[in-house]
């Protein structure tokens, strides 16, 4: 019988709020109406700040693979040279997606766990002059990375300075700052379904001036992902399509959530809930598997240890309620991943180290009781600027 609800801390989907999945039970609207067109202007508006841009963003009707698609397809023609820098699953599937419409993609391989080295990138531009476009993943859910976007950027553009920069910030935007327009972005892609608390079913696309021109010149085909159909619709109050009006709902409610919050209070408590995850993680005795110097802010990788059988462990964690996320790709089996992004609360997170603490206990592993929930709480405290009890009585 289930006696609670599970506690999901996968890196998306993420979580609900209660009134975020009431939202989703609205009757639907006339997606041509005023009603319909005053809350795409309103998302639209409320999500400029968290992209850091004044340029304009279109809402697509797709998952967050189905943005990055968009992204390529708009800015690109068959042919055209693309580096893709790949720090992990994802950034594989950008370049994936590049190299599917006929691009002519390099791909930059980077060592799974680090993120991208600036040095590298840009003496890959200067060895082999010319790419018409960069793909960088911002934040890499499969290993934990947080790549340092605006000094990747500064290298481009130190090198190849007409080059598109595409980034994928699918489960980065809305978690962490962003300054599209100040790092000289070109197009910027999230979904609903990661810190904007919403389901799956949305993607949002930022364009800068550079790619709109762009725009007019690419050559591979599109037509559901065509961004300027999207633009002209959207400044009529529109969609060019019908658009998936329940996550619209629960978006535009997730984002009067984070109004209310402020956006320096969503970034503190994303911030807050990673330096919990890490350090009760850390206590546990499980490695963390990202290099700690770009450590990701809303997703934590650790390396499961050779005596654990990580099936038996997991299976045990889910009859106990918490949901974690296993490794992709090359990583099955050898990593776990705890999401802390969206709705996530310093409580939730101090749950999961109880639950990853007692089943730890019960098969034998060599831990203090308590110990993972205390560095758990010690951390979100430091890294709210607040001095734990234990530190303060220290000092005196």
């Given at each position: ?132 476009a960069v793909l960088l993943t911002h934040n890499e859910t499969s290993t934990g ?73 690419a050559t591979m085909p599109r037509v559901y992902f065509d961004l300027r159909a ?167």
């Amino acid at each position: 019988m289930d006696r609670f609800e599970p506690n999901l801390r996968i890196p998306g989907p993420t979580a609900l709020p209660p009134t975020v999945r009431e939202a989703g039970a609205r009757q639907m609207i006339n997606h041509r109406g005023p009603e319909f067109a005053a809350m795409l202007e309103r998302i639209l508006s409320s999500m400029k700040p968290f992209f850091g841009t004044t340029n304009d963003i279109a809402m697509l009707t797709c998952a967050g693979t189905g943005g990055l698609e968009a992204a390529v397809v708009n800015v690109l023609s068959p042919g055209d040279r693309v580096l893709a820098v790949s720090i992990g699953s994802f950034g594989d599937r950008f370049a994936k997606i590049a190299r599917a419409y006929g691009a002519d993609v390099t791909k930059l391989e980077v060592e799974w766990g680090q993120a991208a080295n600036p040095a590298e990138i840009r003496s890959a531009l200067e060895l082999a002059p010319g790419y018409r476009a960069v793909l960088l993943t911002h934040n890499e859910t499969s290993t934990g990375v947080m790549n340092p976007i605006p000094v990747l950027a500064a290298a481009i553009r130190e090198v190849a300075p007409d080059a598109l920069i595409l980034v994928d910030s699918v489960s980065g935007l809305g978690a962490v700052p962003f300054e599209m327009d100040a790092w000289d972005i070109d197009l910027v892609v999230t979904g609903s379904q990661k810190a904007w608390m919403a389901a799956p079913g949305l993607a949002m696309i930022a364009a800068s001036p550079r790619a709109w021109q762009a725009m007019e010149h690419a050559t591979m085909p599109r037509v559901y992902f065509d961004l300027r159909a999207h633009r002209d619709s959207h400044a009529a109050g529109q969609t060019p399509w019908t658009p998936a009006i329940a996550v619209v709902y629960q978006v535009d409610e997730g984002l009067r959530l984070m109004a209310a919050e402020t956006a320096v209070g969503v970034f503190a408590r994303h911030e807050a809930c990673a330096a919990a995850s890490r350090a009760g993680l850390a206590a546990l005795g499980f490695e963390l598997f990202a290099d700690q110097r770009h450590a990701s802010r809303t997703v934590t990788a650790a390396v499961v240890p050779d005596e654990l059988e990580w099936k038996a462990f997991n299976a045990e964690l889910k009859r106990r309620g918490l949901v974690l996320a296993g490794g992709q790709g090359k990583l099955t089996g050898r990593i776990f991943r705890l999401g802390h992004l969206g709705s996530v609360t310093l409580e939730e997170i101090l749950g999961a180290m109880s639950v990853l603490e007692t089943v730890s206990l019960a098969q034998g592993r060599s831990i203090r009781p308590g110990a993972a929930v205390a560095a758990a709480q010690v951390a979100a405290l430091e890294a709210s600027g607040i001095a734990s009890p234990a530190a303060a009585g220290a000092g005196a």
